[in-house]
């Protein structure tokens, strides 16, 4: 088993500590830019995210960053340009690997602004958190690998020999759309080595966590239709139901009665190490305390590697906006997450088989898929996992935790896919109150400092 000596680990911290309030600061002034890379928002903000990035990288001492974008269909059929993403690197020296350091400037929109207790664009400091949005998805990551790079520049200078490469995305939160396409065409830019990607969390405050496996993503529209056109609901309810009710009952088909899903033909597992306790979940997410938790297993599994669905939007009219009226059709879309070892496709087959299977009343049911991304696993024994695992315990100085994510990130398959070769390490400075996609989001100050030494501990061992 390799050692790590960690040679400059004191050096490190110490100039990382130096700068730290310049750090926060230049975070700041790139969480002041609401950079939501939505067509309905100002995409002009996403172009001044993308030209601060740049500056804040060639202040880092990257002297070739430049703004790139790439051209992409879209589901329309029409050719759509991206949003500007940041490339930046410096080679390395003869025998020595290259780094390819991930985060993503775009963030998600404000939404209901007078959920927020703090400005959303703007930092506020409360004891030890920082308050905005992108203040930690993912502006933070940015910041944690510029400051590591600045770091280790300065430490080791002339014997820094590791090959860097900077890629910071800016359409991220909007699903990415022209990244396969953004990979392809400045594929020899981005080729490395090894991969980290800064967008996941912490195992909680002040606890690191490597992210070990992912859930891929099957999302798409249901479509429920009873009749050619609305009905007043009070002249034909009762034979016939509204397409509201119809779709809710087949939604319902979904889970069975323990809150499993009911979806033939997905993996699941319930292979976790971790005990992730039911008090500390239901603290982490903030369910009420009457509310009895849904399937089976183990929490880690429940969360990690098993399936789960979610109804995310459904077209119904508002309370406020109601009236006796019988729908003729219902429309909703469900994000289904998918554990390890299922392929998208397989899963939107199965989603629609078991829609088909259980159409209540005979109604006319249709599915269309929407999105699709495939789950990841690392090696846990890699050099490069074994490697990140050291450096988060001697940044943090406690032991560090390999946890599973339920969320997904769809595009580290295409990176996995483009690069075979690279050893992907999936890191962040989240914590589970961050609320990331929340109004609130915070950063724990703590744990952008003690991701900056690790990260900073991982490029100089992989200089020696």
Same mark, same amino acid.
């Given at each position: 088993?390799?050692?790590?000596?960690?040679?400059?680990?004191?050096?490190?911290?110490?100039? =990382?500590?130096?700068?730290?309030?310049?750090?926060?600061?230049? @975070?700041?002034?790139?969480? +002041?830019?609401?950079?939501?890379?939505?067509?309905?928002?100002?995409?002009?903000?996403?172009?001044?995210?993308?030209?601060?990035?740049?500056?804040?990288?060639?202040?880092?001492?990257?002297?070739?960053?430049?703004?790139?974008?790439?051209?992409?269909?879209?589901?329309?059929?029409?050719?759509?340009?991206?949003?500007?993403?940041?490339?930046?690197?410096?080679?390395?020296?003869?025998?020595?690997?290259? =780094? $390819? /350091?991930?985060?993503?400037?775009?963030?998600?929109?404000?939404?209901?602004?007078?959920?927020?207790?703090?400005?959303?664009?703007?930092?506020?400091?409360?004891?030890?958190?920082?308050?905005?949005?992108?203040?930690?998805?993912?502006?933070?990551?940015? $910041? *944690?690998?510029?400051?590591?790079?600045?770091?280790?520049?300065?430490? /080791?200078?002339?014997?820094?020999? *590791?090959?860097?490469?900077?890629? =910071?995305?800016?359409?991220?939160?909007?699903?990415?759309?022209?990244?396969?396409?953004?990979?392809?065409?400045?594929?020899?830019?981005?080729?490395?080595?090894?991969?980290?990607?800064?967008?996941?969390?912490?195992?909680?405050?002040?606890?690191?966590?490597?992210?070990?496996?992912?859930?891929?993503?099957?999302?798409?529209?249901?479509?429920?239709?009873?009749?050619?056109?609305?009905?007043?609901?009070?002249?034909?309810?009762?034979?016939?139901?509204?397409?509201?009710?119809?779709?809710?009952? /087949?939604?319902?088909?979904?889970?069975?009665?323990?809150?499993?899903?009911?979806?033939?033909?997905?993996?699941?597992?319930?292979?976790?190490?971790?005990?992730?306790?039911?008090?500390?979940?239901?603290?982490?997410?903030?369910?009420?305390?009457?509310?009895?938790?849904?399937?089976?297993?183990?929490?880690?599994?429940?969360?990690?590697?098993?399936?789960?669905?979610?109804?995310?939007?459904?077209?119904?009219?508002?309370?406020?906006?109601?009236?006796?009226? @019988?729908?003729?059709?219902?429309?909703?879309?469900?994000?289904?997450?998918?554990?390890?070892?299922?392929?998208?496709?397989?899963?939107?087959?199965?989603?629609?088989?078991? $829609?088909?299977?259980?159409?209540?009343?005979?109604?006319?049911?249709?599915?269309?898929?929407?999105?699709?991304?495939?789950?990841?696993?690392?090696?846990?024994?890699?050099?490069?996992?074994? /490697? +990140?695992?050291?450096?988060?315990?001697?940044?943090?100085?406690?032991?560090?935790?390999?946890?599973?994510?339920?969320?997904?990130?769809?595009?580290?398959?295409?990176?996995?896919?483009?690069?075979?070769?690279?050893?992907?390490?999936?890191?962040?400075?989240?914590?589970?109150?961050?609320?990331?996609?929340?109004?609130?989001?915070?950063?724990?100050?703590?744990?952008?400092?003690?991701?900056?030494?690790?990260?900073?501990?991982?490029?100089?061992? $992989?200089?020696?």
């Amino acid at each position: 088993m390799t050692t790590f000596e960690f040679s400059h680990a004191d050096a490190l911290k110490e100039a =990382i500590e130096q700068r730290f309030d310049q750090t926060l600061q230049r @975070l700041s002034e790139l969480v +002041a830019i609401p950079s939501v890379a939505w067509e309905s928002h100002d995409l002009s903000q996403v172009q001044r995210s993308a030209e601060k990035v740049r500056e804040l990288a060639l202040a880092a001492g990257f002297e070739n960053a430049a703004l790139y974008t790439a051209e992409y269909t879209a589901e329309d059929g029409t050719v759509k340009t991206g949003m500007p993403a940041v490339l930046a690197s410096r080679p390395a020296a003869a025998g020595y690997p290259t =780094i $390819l /350091l991930y985060a993503h400037h775009d963030v998600q929109p404000a939404g209901d602004e007078s959920l927020w207790d703090t400005p959303p664009f703007e930092t506020v400091r409360k004891g030890d958190r920082l308050y905005g949005r992108g203040a930690a998805d993912d502006k933070a990551g940015v $910041l *944690l690998h510029l400051a590591a790079l600045e770091a280790v520049s300065t430490v /080791l200078g002339d014997d820094f020999k *590791l090959g860097i490469k900077l890629f =910071i995305e800016g359409e991220e939160e909007a699903g990415s759309p022209s990244f396969e396409s953004f990979v392809n065409t400045y594929r020899q830019q981005l080729d490395a080595d090894y991969i980290v990607v800064a967008d996941s969390s912490n195992w909680r405050a002040g606890v690191p966590a490597l992210t070990t496996s992912l859930r891929g993503v099957a999302s798409g529209v249901i479509e429920a239709r009873v009749g050619s056109h609305a009905l007043h609901s009070g002249v034909f309810g009762g034979p016939l139901l509204d397409a509201h009710t119809v779709l809710a009952r /087949l939604i319902a088909t979904l889970h069975d009665a323990q809150g499993s899903v009911a979806i033939e033909g997905l993996s699941r597992r319930d292979d976790q190490q971790i005990e992730y306790a039911e008090a500390d979940f239901r603290a982490d997410s903030g369910a009420l305390e009457q509310m009895s938790l849904a399937g089976t297993g183990s929490i880690a599994s429940r969360l990690w590697t098993q399936p789960a669905v979610s109804v995310i939007g459904w077209d119904i009219p508002s309370v406020a906006h109601s009236s006796n009226t @019988l729908a003729a059709v219902s429309r909703a879309i469900i994000s289904v997450r998918l554990a390890p070892g299922t392929d998208p496709q397989v899963a939107h087959q199965a989603i629609e088989a078991h $829609l088909q299977q259980h159409a209540p009343l005979n109604a006319q049911i249709t599915y269309s898929p929407q999105d699709s991304g495939q789950p990841f696993d690392i090696d846990v024994d890699s050099y490069g996992a074994r /490697l +990140a695992l050291a450096a988060f315990e001697r940044a943090w100085g406690v032991q560090p935790v390999k946890a599973g994510m339920g969320g997904s990130i769809p595009f580290i398959a295409t990176l996995k896919q483009v690069f075979p070769q690279a050893q992907i390490l999936v890191t962040g400075i989240e914590d589970p109150d961050t609320r990331a996609h929340s109004a609130n989001e915070s950063l724990y100050v703590p744990d952008l400092l003690h991701g900056i030494v690790a990260e900073a501990l991982v490029l100089s061992e $992989l200089s020696k």
